[in-house]
Structures are given as C-alpha cells and as structure tokens.
C-alpha cells in the first residue's frame, strides 16, 4: 500500500462509498419515463443535435422515401471529402497534417506561401519556455501521458503574457503555439516517464524546425533520430485522420461546453485532454492491439477463418480476453456501413506491412474485418451496420512504426489539437450563451431534520 495518506482508501472511505451507491442510483425505466436521451443518443445511436458546425461533416446516413438509411460513410473537413485531401497530398509526395491544420482553422487549403508562412510560424512555436522541460516535465512525472499532457497545457498559462484574453487573434496564437508543442510534450513526458521508472536513459532532442509534425514526432521518439520516408509519410495520413471528427465526439463537444463559459485556451483544452484520456473515447486503438495479442496467443492458424471465428464469438460471449462481450476496433457511433478513415488507413497499413515483414499479422486483421460484422450481426440485436473504424488500424499501424503504447492516445491528442482549437474558435464568434442544457430532478421534497434527531 502507498505510504501517501492521500491515495490510502480507509475504511471510513469505503464506508461512505457504499452511501454513494445508494444515494446516486437512478432506475433505469426513468430514463425512458421522462424520455431522457442518454449520453444525448436515441436509441439507434444517433446524437441529439445540441449546436451547428462549418467545420466539419460526417455523413453515415441518407434520405430515402423520407427516411433515414445507412450508407457507406464520409467525412469531410471544411467540405472537403477527406480522402480526395489524403489522395491530393500523397500524389504530390508531401506532408498533409499541417495543411489540414490550416484548412480547419482558417477555412480553405492553403496556397503555398500560406502554407510556407504557416510551417514557419508553427515551427518557431515549437521551442519550450526555458526549463520548461525539467521544471514541469522531469518531476514526478505520471504513469499516464495524458496526465502529463493536461499539466503541460495546464502550466502554459503561467507562461502565457497574455492568458485569459480571449480575442480571436490571441487566441489563434494560443492554439497555434499548443500545436506546435503537442508533440514535444507527449514524447518528452514519454522518456520522462520511462526514465523515472529506470527503464531506459533519457533522451531529450531538440525539435526541428523545418521538419513536419510526423517528421519530429519519430525525430524526437528515437535514440538515433532516424526514421524511413515511409514511416513519417504514414504516421502524417494518421494525424491528418484524427485532426477533427465533427462537434459532438466527447472531447469535442467538452472544448465547446467550457470555451463556452469564457474560460482560458489553456483551460478549455485540458478539459479536453481529459475527457480523450477515457478508455471509452481515445484508448480504443490499445484495446484492439492488446485484443490481437491474445488472439494470436490463443488462435493457432490466423488462417484458419473457423479459429478466428470461434476466438470471436467467445468475444462476444465475455469468453475471451477481457470478458467485456466487445471485439475492439468494430462498430462506431456514428457510422454505420463503414468508416471512411479505415477505408483510406488500409491500402497504407498494407504498404507498411509489407516493408516492417508482417504481411501475417495484416492478414489476420484483414480476417477479423471480414468476419466480425457477421458475427456480430448473429450474436447480437444491432439497429445499425456494423464495420470496423480508424481505431481498428491505427494501434498496428503505432506498433508497426515501434512507438509505445502509452504514446497511442497522447498522439492522437497531437492530431485532435487542430480540431479542438477550430471548434474552440467557432464557439467562441458564435456562442454568446453559456452551454447549459437541464436535468430533471426525480428526488422526492423531504422534512428537514435538525442534528439531535438524525439517526
């Protein structure tokens, strides 16, 4: 037990946890009695509409005959179909996150001195405040990189001139400098952290310039700073598909509710930190590697489609690895049919297996994808089509590229940034009102009793 007196759980703590059990439970039946949306969804997963966007679109369903079906799924940044963006940078052999940062901040794709001015300016911002790194990095860093993250953005503010003023062009600088240090902050508090536990030597290289934000990301990962054009061309596809994902994902929708209060940048994206650090919202892509890993343990022909099968309905019978009835990486919220960013992620994800020599593990998840729909479809009652999403790839894919697990949702926090900061920006030239939707209250009125005749 920890010699902390703050992290010891009592008896006393474990008294009063059980009165939170009482005193916090509500019957489910009320749900549907007073017609609550839960987790603001119907019941056929689609989300209640709760604000407008122009930054972003994710289409999963069409009209028909007047009503909603499913269809295979698109995903478009400022209303650009985001695989036309993929397709248009790869074709040209460049980098395409920065860009995409661009486009969702300032509305259009850049020209190329727009784009040029906009590197440059990203690259100045990315040099941390002096001892920023062994003031706040190197002490007693956490055993979660999200963590440090959140204090990283957190303790920003104090080096910030100019914190709470939240005019558009302050607070442009302020995203744009959160941008640029993403990156810096999860691979810095990465080696802290291994450092700390005695698992390695500490490595702290200093960001470059005029190299792209995958570029540094591997740059500052590894010991030798080297990477392959391939791995950094990859990883660019992934943080330019996690750059946005509309107004209502969890974190998304978290920097629209306290940007909406008038709160600090710094504020408003720790918030959002916080709520990507949920296994439910940004730690999917661990669970399918780990998913996998037991798979390959458990199944002796990746192969043989029968294995596979039957590895996947113990899945779903709470069987098999962590008995929570899911197989990872399939089925999404909002898309049904498909995931238009696993769609572009494969043929890459092939190309990566091909030269990292794991063609077999690329054919097992090529398995999985095939079969998991059905099997779901046969096990389970599904309102919806069922497809496997981004997360599904992007954990082999980090694997492949040999960044460690504890990187997987900080990384996608260096991708999701851009977003965050677009809707951050939006909120705050249209909101006006606070964000305050009601609850209904269902505890009966009670006499109150004085302190001499409680039992």
């Known amino acids: 037990?920890?010699?902390?007196?703050?992290?010891?759980?009592?008896?006393?703590?474990?008294?009063?946890?059980?009165?939170?059990?009482?005193?916090?439970?509500?019957?489910?039946?009320?749900?549907?009695?007073?017609?609550?949306?839960?987790?603001?969804?119907?019941?056929?997963?689609?989300?209640?509409?709760?604000?407008?966007?122009?930054?972003?679109?994710?289409?999963?369903?069409?009209?028909?005959?007047?009503?909603?079906?499913?269809?295979?799924?698109?995903?478009?940044?400022?209303?650009?179909?985001?695989?036309?963006?993929?397709?248009?940078?790869?074709?040209?052999?460049?980098?395409?996150?920065?860009?995409?940062?661009?486009?969702?901040?300032?509305?259009?794709?850049p020209n190329k001195k727009e784009l040029d001015d906009f590197c440059k300016q990203l690259g100045s911002f990315r040099d941390l405040p002096h001892n920023f790194v062994e003031d706040v990095i190197l002490k007693a860093p956490p055993a979660d990189m999200m963590n440090t993250l959140a204090r990283c953005v957190l303790t920003m503010y104090s080096y910030d001139d100019n914190p709470d003023d939240t005019s558009i062009a302050n607070v442009v600088r302020q995203c744009m400098s959160l941008i640029a240090t993403f990156p810096l902050f999860s691979v810095y508090g990465y080696h802290a952290y291994c450092y700390d536990r005695g698992n390695s030597s500490l490595y702290i290289h200093a960001p470059q310039p005029h190299l792209s934000t995958a570029e540094n990301i591997l740059y500052l990962l590894r010991p030798d700073k080297k990477y392959t054009d391939l791995e950094a061309h990859i990883l660019d596809i992934a943080l330019v598909l996690h750059a946005e994902h509309g107004g209502g994902n969890n974190s998304t929708f978290t920097t629209h509710v306290v940007s909406s209060s008038g709160t600090d940048t710094y504020s408003a994206i720790a918030a959002a930190l916080g709520s990507l650090k949920g296994?439910?919202?940004?730690?999917?892509?661990?669970?399918?590697?780990?998913?996998?890993?037991?798979?390959?343990?458990?199944?002796?022909?990746?192969?043989?489609?029968?294995?596979?099968?039957?590895?996947?309905?113990?899945?779903?019978?709470?069987?098999?690895f962590d008995k929570k009835g899911l197989i990872y990486g399939m089925g999404h919220a909002v898309y049904s049919l498909s995931d238009p960013r696993a769609d572009i992620f494969r043929s890459f994800v092939q190309k990566l297996s091909e030269a990292k020599g794991r063609m077999k593990e690329f054919g097992l998840y090529s398995l999985v994808e095939k079969l998991a729909p059905k099997i779901i479809a046969d096990e389970r009652r599904i309102y919806k089509g069922v497809s496997c999403n981004v997360d599904f790839y992007s954990g082999f894919v980090y694997s492949m590229l040999d960044l460690p697990p504890e990187l997987y949702t900080p990384l996608f926090a260096t991708a999701r940034i851009a977003g965050w900061s677009a809707h951050r920006l939006e909120e705050l030239i249209n909101g006006g009102k606070i964000i305050r939707p009601a609850y209904e209250s269902i505890c009966p009125r009670r006499e109150y009793i004085p302190l001499d005749q409680r039992k």
Request: glycine content about 8%; some cysteine; overall charge positive.
């Open 279 to 320: 296994p439910k919202h940004g730690g999917a892509n661990i669970k399918v590697v780990q998913m996998f890993n037991d798979m390959k343990e458990n199944i002796d022909n990746w192969e043989d489609e029968k294995q596979v099968a039957d590895y996947l309905r113990k899945l779903l019978k709470k069987e098999a």
């Open 1 to 109: 037990m920890s010699k902390n007196p703050y992290s010891k759980l009592t008896p006393y703590i474990e008294n009063l946890s059980k009165k939170c059990l009482d005193c916090y439970q509500i019957a489910p039946e009320n749900y549907v009695k007073y017609d609550v949306k839960r987790g603001l969804r119907d019941v056929d997963g689609k989300g209640v509409l709760a604000g407008l966007t122009n930054i972003s679109e994710i289409k999963s369903f069409e009209i028909f005959d007047g009503k909603p079906r499913p269809c295979q799924g698109e995903l478009c940044y400022r209303g650009i179909d985001v695989k036309k963006i993929v397709k248009g940078f790869v074709s040209e052999n460049r980098f395409g996150f920065e860009a995409v940062c661009y486009l969702l901040l300032f509305g259009d794709l």
